[in-house]
Protein backbone atom coordinates (compact mmCIF):
# COMPACT_ATOMS: atom_id res chain seq x y z
CA UNK A 1 0.00 0.00 0.00
CA UNK A 2 2.04 3.33 -1.14
CA UNK A 3 1.80 5.98 1.15
CA UNK A 4 -0.75 7.78 -0.59
CA UNK A 5 -3.14 4.70 -0.50
CA UNK A 6 -2.53 4.67 3.12
CA UNK A 7 -3.21 8.44 4.26
CA UNK A 8 -6.42 8.05 2.47
CA UNK A 9 -7.59 5.09 4.55
CA UNK A 10 -6.45 6.87 8.02
CA UNK A 11 -8.19 10.14 7.10
CA UNK A 12 -11.35 7.60 6.22
CA UNK A 13 -10.65 5.61 9.75
CA UNK A 14 -10.42 9.23 11.52
CA UNK A 15 -13.54 10.42 9.60
CA UNK A 16 -15.55 7.39 10.90
CA UNK A 17 -14.58 7.16 14.19
CA UNK A 18 -15.79 5.82 16.35
CA UNK A 19 -17.50 3.58 13.97
CA UNK A 20 -15.11 0.92 11.87
CA UNK A 21 -14.60 2.22 8.24
CA UNK A 22 -14.03 0.07 5.35
CA UNK A 23 -13.02 0.29 2.26
CA UNK A 24 -10.90 -0.90 -1.01
CA UNK A 25 -7.74 -0.75 -2.69
CA UNK A 26 -8.58 -0.49 -6.43
CA UNK A 27 -6.06 -0.67 -9.13
CA UNK A 28 -7.09 1.83 -12.01
CA UNK A 29 -5.09 1.54 -14.89
CA UNK A 30 -1.18 1.48 -13.36
CA UNK A 31 -2.58 3.11 -9.92
CA UNK A 32 -3.56 2.22 -7.02
CA UNK A 33 -6.42 4.32 -5.08
CA UNK A 34 -8.22 4.43 -1.47
CA UNK A 35 -11.98 3.74 -2.05
CA UNK A 36 -13.90 4.58 0.72
CA UNK A 37 -16.80 2.63 1.43
CA UNK A 38 -20.12 2.73 3.38
CA UNK A 39 -20.17 0.79 6.37
CA UNK A 40 -23.75 -1.12 7.43
CA UNK A 41 -22.69 -2.35 10.23
CA UNK A 42 -23.36 -1.49 13.84
CA UNK A 43 -21.01 -1.90 16.63
CA UNK A 44 -17.37 -2.52 16.49
CA UNK A 45 -17.55 -4.45 12.80
CA UNK A 46 -18.16 -3.47 9.22
CA UNK A 47 -20.17 -4.69 6.40
CA UNK A 48 -19.33 -3.19 3.13
CA UNK A 49 -21.85 -2.27 1.45
CA UNK A 50 -22.14 -4.03 -1.66
CA UNK A 51 -23.01 -1.07 -4.01
CA UNK A 52 -19.76 0.17 -3.42
CA UNK A 53 -18.11 -2.74 -4.09
CA UNK A 54 -19.70 -2.76 -7.60
CA UNK A 55 -18.75 0.69 -7.97
CA UNK A 56 -15.16 0.20 -7.13
CA UNK A 57 -14.99 -3.48 -9.46
CA UNK A 58 -16.15 -0.88 -12.14
CA UNK A 59 -13.59 1.65 -12.04
CA UNK A 60 -10.76 -1.18 -11.51
CA UNK A 61 -9.13 -4.30 -10.15
CA UNK A 62 -9.74 -4.48 -6.56
CA UNK A 63 -6.60 -5.33 -4.98
CA UNK A 64 -6.95 -5.36 -0.62
CA UNK A 65 -10.16 -4.91 1.62
CA UNK A 66 -9.18 -2.19 4.18
CA UNK A 67 -11.15 -1.40 7.48
CA UNK A 68 -10.39 0.28 10.55
CA UNK A 69 -10.00 -0.80 14.23
CA UNK A 70 -10.88 2.02 16.36
CA UNK A 71 -9.00 2.77 20.44
CA UNK A 72 -7.33 -0.71 19.60
CA UNK A 73 -4.16 -2.22 17.82
CA UNK A 74 -4.82 -4.02 14.00
CA UNK A 75 -4.46 -6.99 14.99
CA UNK A 76 -6.36 -9.31 13.04
CA UNK A 77 -9.39 -10.61 14.84
CA UNK A 78 -11.20 -13.97 14.05
CA UNK A 79 -13.69 -12.41 12.34
CA UNK A 80 -11.21 -10.83 10.63
CA UNK A 81 -9.70 -14.41 9.39
CA UNK A 82 -12.35 -15.48 8.26
CA UNK A 83 -13.89 -12.88 6.33
CA UNK A 84 -10.31 -12.66 4.61
CA UNK A 85 -10.48 -16.44 3.60
CA UNK A 86 -13.99 -15.82 2.43
CA UNK A 87 -12.87 -12.93 0.10
CA UNK A 88 -10.00 -14.30 -1.35
CA UNK A 89 -7.95 -11.01 -1.39
CA UNK A 90 -5.41 -9.43 1.03
CA UNK A 91 -6.38 -7.43 3.78
CA UNK A 92 -5.13 -4.31 4.96
CA UNK A 93 -5.91 -2.98 8.69
CA UNK A 94 -5.61 0.36 10.14
CA UNK A 95 -5.17 1.06 13.89
CA UNK A 96 -7.06 4.61 15.27
CA UNK A 97 -5.98 6.47 16.16
CA UNK A 98 -2.29 5.28 16.05
CA UNK A 99 -2.63 4.56 12.06
CA UNK A 100 -0.77 1.45 13.12
CA UNK A 101 -1.25 -1.16 10.38
CA UNK A 102 -1.95 -5.00 9.87
CA UNK A 103 -1.44 -7.05 6.87
CA UNK A 104 -3.64 -10.46 6.34
CA UNK A 105 -3.64 -12.50 3.33
CA UNK A 106 -5.61 -15.43 2.62
CA UNK A 107 -3.47 -18.74 3.66
CA UNK A 108 -6.42 -21.57 4.17
CA UNK A 109 -7.02 -20.94 7.63
CA UNK A 110 -10.33 -22.07 9.10
CA UNK A 111 -11.93 -20.78 12.60
CA UNK A 112 -11.35 -23.42 15.30
CA UNK A 113 -15.10 -24.72 16.04
CA UNK A 114 -14.87 -24.27 19.79
CA UNK A 115 -14.05 -20.92 21.52
CA UNK A 116 -14.97 -18.54 18.78
CA UNK A 117 -16.48 -14.84 19.83
CA UNK A 118 -19.63 -14.17 19.08
CA UNK A 119 -20.49 -11.27 16.03
CA UNK A 120 -24.24 -11.24 14.62
CA UNK A 121 -23.63 -12.18 11.20
CA UNK A 122 -20.31 -13.58 10.94
CA UNK A 123 -19.40 -15.26 13.88
CA UNK A 124 -22.88 -16.80 15.76
CA UNK A 125 -24.95 -19.68 15.69
CA UNK A 126 -25.66 -20.19 12.23
CA UNK A 127 -22.43 -19.79 11.34
CA UNK A 128 -20.97 -22.44 13.72
CA UNK A 129 -23.49 -24.52 11.97
CA UNK A 130 -22.57 -24.05 8.25
CA UNK A 131 -18.39 -24.57 9.18
CA UNK A 132 -19.21 -27.68 10.98
CA UNK A 133 -21.44 -29.36 7.82
CA UNK A 134 -18.54 -28.23 5.31
CA UNK A 135 -15.47 -29.11 7.82
CA UNK A 136 -17.40 -32.85 9.18
CA UNK A 137 -19.84 -33.49 6.13
CA UNK A 138 -18.33 -31.04 3.20
CA UNK A 139 -22.06 -30.18 2.78
CA UNK A 140 -21.99 -26.46 1.96
CA UNK A 141 -25.29 -24.50 3.53
CA UNK A 142 -26.51 -21.22 2.10
CA UNK A 143 -26.70 -18.20 4.52
CA UNK A 144 -29.65 -15.85 5.83
CA UNK A 145 -29.90 -12.19 6.28
CA UNK A 146 -30.01 -11.43 10.61
CA UNK A 147 -29.82 -7.82 11.70
CA UNK A 148 -29.48 -6.99 15.64
CA UNK A 149 -32.82 -7.56 16.69
CA UNK A 150 -34.17 -9.99 15.08
CA UNK A 151 -35.12 -12.13 18.08
CA UNK A 152 -37.01 -9.32 19.61
CA UNK A 153 -38.66 -8.38 15.97
CA UNK A 154 -40.05 -11.86 16.26
CA UNK A 155 -38.61 -12.19 12.96
CA UNK A 156 -38.71 -16.42 13.23
CA UNK A 157 -35.74 -16.82 10.82
CA UNK A 158 -34.94 -20.21 11.61
CA UNK A 159 -38.21 -21.95 11.32
CA UNK A 160 -38.46 -19.92 7.67
CA UNK A 161 -35.59 -20.92 6.46
CA UNK A 162 -34.65 -24.72 8.14
CA UNK A 163 -36.37 -26.67 4.72
CA UNK A 164 -34.37 -24.40 2.02
CA UNK A 165 -31.10 -25.64 4.20
CA UNK A 166 -31.91 -28.60 3.43
CA UNK A 167 -33.12 -29.79 6.94
CA UNK A 168 -36.46 -31.49 7.93
CA UNK A 169 -38.20 -32.25 11.28
CA UNK A 170 -37.45 -35.73 12.73
CA UNK A 171 -39.55 -37.00 15.68
CA UNK A 172 -37.23 -39.72 16.62
CA UNK A 173 -33.82 -39.76 19.08
CA UNK A 174 -31.57 -37.58 17.71
CA UNK A 175 -28.27 -38.56 15.92
CA UNK A 176 -25.69 -37.12 15.42
CA UNK A 177 -25.02 -34.00 13.27
CA UNK A 178 -28.88 -33.15 13.60
CA UNK A 179 -29.87 -30.06 14.64
CA UNK A 180 -31.77 -28.29 18.02
CA UNK A 181 -33.95 -25.53 17.51
CA UNK A 182 -34.06 -24.00 20.78
CA UNK A 183 -36.05 -21.32 22.60
CA UNK A 184 -34.99 -19.74 25.88
CA UNK A 185 -36.09 -15.89 25.50
CA UNK A 186 -38.35 -16.18 23.24
CA UNK A 187 -41.57 -17.32 22.56
CA UNK A 188 -39.95 -19.32 19.25
CA UNK A 189 -37.01 -20.64 18.30
CA UNK A 190 -34.05 -18.55 17.99
CA UNK A 191 -30.99 -20.74 18.86
CA UNK A 192 -29.97 -23.69 17.10
CA UNK A 193 -26.91 -26.36 18.41
CA UNK A 194 -25.46 -29.37 16.65
CA UNK A 195 -25.71 -32.49 18.24
CA UNK A 196 -22.65 -33.98 18.87
CA UNK A 197 -23.85 -37.46 20.63
CA UNK A 198 -23.22 -38.73 24.03
CA UNK A 199 -25.59 -36.41 25.31
CA UNK A 200 -23.41 -32.99 24.52
CA UNK A 201 -24.26 -30.69 21.38
CA UNK A 202 -21.78 -27.94 19.96
CA UNK A 203 -23.67 -24.44 20.04
CA UNK A 204 -22.47 -20.43 20.34
CA UNK A 205 -24.58 -18.11 22.39
CA UNK A 206 -24.20 -14.55 22.20
CA UNK A 207 -22.50 -13.72 25.23
CA UNK A 208 -20.30 -16.81 25.51
CA UNK A 209 -17.67 -18.14 23.58
CA UNK A 210 -18.56 -21.07 21.48
CA UNK A 211 -18.76 -24.25 23.61
CA UNK A 212 -19.79 -27.90 23.99
CA UNK A 213 -22.80 -27.82 26.89
CA UNK A 214 -24.54 -31.35 27.96
CA UNK A 215 -28.50 -31.28 26.09
CA UNK A 216 -29.83 -31.51 29.46
CA UNK A 217 -31.42 -28.66 31.08
CA UNK A 218 -33.05 -25.50 30.54
CA UNK A 219 -31.35 -26.55 26.52
CA UNK A 220 -33.18 -30.08 26.56
CA UNK A 221 -36.25 -28.79 27.65
CA UNK A 222 -35.91 -25.41 25.28
CA UNK A 223 -36.09 -27.61 22.20
CA UNK A 224 -38.51 -27.17 20.33
CA UNK A 225 -37.37 -28.88 16.80
CA UNK A 226 -34.66 -31.85 16.19
CA UNK A 227 -33.82 -31.30 11.92
CA UNK A 228 -31.81 -34.25 10.11
CA UNK A 229 -30.09 -32.97 6.73
CA UNK A 230 -31.34 -34.65 3.45
CA UNK A 231 -27.59 -36.11 3.07
CA UNK A 232 -27.48 -37.31 6.06
CA UNK A 233 -31.27 -39.55 6.36
Known amino acids: MDSQVYQAAVSHASECAPRESCGLVVAVGKKERYWPCNNLANGN ?3 LDPYDYAQASDAGEIVAVVHSHVNAAPTPSDAD ?3 CEESGLPWVIVGHPTGAVAHLAPSGWKMPLEGRRYLLGMVD ?4 VQ ?3 LETHNIV ?6 HAGW ?5 DL ?9 FS ?7 KSDLFLMQTRYPFPHHVGIFLGDGFFLHHCSDRLSCKDRWAGVWKQGTTHILRHKELV
Open 45 to 47: SFS
Open 141 to 146: LPDMTR
Open 81 to 83: RRG
Open 131 to 133: DYF
Open 151 to 155: EARKE
Open 125 to 128: CLTL
Open 169 to 175: VVEDAPR
Open 158 to 166: FRKNFANFG
